[in-house]
């Protein structure tokens, strides 16, 4: 039986990193598993989901490259839904209930506080035609629960291992709304059975949503998937991340410059066994992925870990492998500026600011007119190599007495204008002579 898992977002919002973890390990099961990964949009809240929220999410998964073998949209398939539901209400399954929310509130408050537990009376099965009668007289419309067996539901959790839930814990789970509208829960069971999925992993959230589907799954027919339940993503200080998740989006990651191999990297080995590392493809992740890696305990999302594995992942790249970003960025110089540069940068888009303060103009800082004068005149002439420096340094050295960082460091800012930077050998000859002579008379160049 061939691999189908799905990824299921709402098209409500875009997506975060958090949905991106779910995401990602349901696409690299996939893909280790010669399966096929579906894009779902669980899109039965009309009044929310907007079609420019869908197409933000189909365009944060290409630019991660989560590209989708199939495609399912839930608001195409109310009928098959209607289909299902006509179904368990002609079986009884799926019973009306007319309890307004503040009426609904007022019983779990009275269970509390006799110590029982909140769980649904199911007064609404012992209506009457009349009493249903006179709620709709009243005006109220029915919502529909989906009656639970009681018995113990029990799976192997792809992560969790061995998993038991009491039917008797949970409330019938309302399946259908006062205005008619479906929750996720009955949708997604059906989608899952219609398309064969073979394996539902979502984060643990979603584990008492499991216990009560698969109630619904067993009434549907035969196929029961697997599931997962993966850790869910928290903050550098082990708290929430829901604060701060807007600026966790994709989009946001992306307009920051981060790249999407990083992305998928990070937000793949935190909460796992594995060390945090550069992957150089989504491929390679998928070879090393083990549900069996994936810890228990929360998976700690550290942005500032993020960026540091993209840093690492830019100092070791070979200049092939970034040769048209270059050019798509117009930054010039080739493989030597690249070389030059790339320990010194976090993001790929700082090599801009590297290039300008090649090519200038820039503004050189001259803190001592005299020294910069000469070392001006002890410039070497000819082809410029990464020997030049070594060479035009010693002289300044032997004239001016200067050395270490008193000899440096002035050279630096005059002709970078920082006090800070990749290595002047390497960057001195892109520079070049002409530049760096006008720098060093503290000229604009
Ligand atoms: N739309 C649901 C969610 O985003 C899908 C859950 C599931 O994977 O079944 O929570």
Not at 36 to 57: K, N, P
Not at 102 to 115: I, P, V
Not at 220 to 229: A, C, Q
Not at 242 to 271: D, M, N, P, Q
Request: net charge negative.
């Amino acid at each position: 039986m061939s691999v189908i898992t799905r990824f299921a977002p709402s098209p409500t919002g875009r997506i975060h990193v958090g949905n991106v973890r779910t995401a990602l390990i349901n696409w690299l099961f996939a893909k280790r598993s010669n399966g096929e990964f579906m894009l779902r949009l669980d899109d039965t809240d009309v009044q929310r989901s907007t079609q420019e929220f869908a197409d933000g999410i189909k365009r944060d998964l290409e630019w991660l490259g989560l590209t989708h073998d199939l495609f399912a949209r839930q608001s195409d398939r109310f009928a098959r839904y209607d289909e299902v539901a006509d179904k368990f209400k002609g079986e009884g399954r799926l019973y009306a209930c007319y309890e307004t929310p503040d009426e609904l509130a007022r019983k779990r408050k009275r269970q509390l506080s006799r110590g029982a537990p909140p769980v649904y009376d199911r007064a609404g099965m012992s209506l009457s035609d009349e009493q249903k009668k006179s709620f709709e007289a009243e005006g109220r419309k029915p919502h529909w629960r989906f009656f639970l067996e009681d018995k113990t539901m029990a799976w192997d959790d792809l992560v969790r291992g061995s998993q038991t839930i009491e039917a008797s814990s949970l409330s019938d789970p309302i399946l259908i709304r006062g205005d008619g509208s479906y929750l996720y829960t009955l949708p997604s069971v059906i989608d899952d059975v219609d398309f064969a999925v073979t394996h539902v992993v979502r984060g643990e959230d979603h584990v008492a949503n499991t216990g009560a589907q698969i109630q619904v799954f067993e009434a549907l027919g035969d196929h029961l998937p697997e599931f997962g339940h993966h850790n869910l993503l928290v903050g550098a200080d082990g708290g929430r991340l829901s604060k701060r998740i807007g600026s966790l989006s994709v989009e946001g990651l992306r307009e920051s410059g981060l790249e999407a191999l990083s992305v998928t990297s990070f937000v793949s080995t935190i909460g796992t066994s594995d060390p945090v590392a550069p992957f150089a493809s989504l491929e390679a992740l998928a070879d090393n992925f083990d549900f069996a890696k994936l810890s228990r305990a929360p998976a700690r999302f550290d942005e500032r870990e993020l960026v540091a594995l993209n840093a690492k992942s830019l100092h070791e790249r070979d200049f092939a492998r970034v040769r048209s970003d270059l050019e798509s960025l117009d930054v010039g110089g080739g493989e030597a500026f690249w070389l030059a540069i790339r320990g010194n940068i976090e993001k790929l888009g700082e090599v801009r600011d590297w290039w300008n303060i090649v090519q200038g103009p820039i503004e050189p800082k001259i803190e001592d007119r005299s020294f910069c004068q000469t070392a001006a005149g002890l410039l070497p002439e000819g082809d410029w190599d990464e020997n030049t420096w070594g060479q035009w340094t010693s002289q300044v050295k032997e004239t001016t007495g200067a050395k270490g960082k008193a000899l440096f460091m002035p050279l630096r800012l005059a002709v970078t204008g920082l006090d800070h930077g990749p290595e002047l050998r390497a960057l001195l000859p892109l520079i070049g002579r002409k530049r760096a002579f006008a720098r060093l008379q503290g000229q604009s160049a």
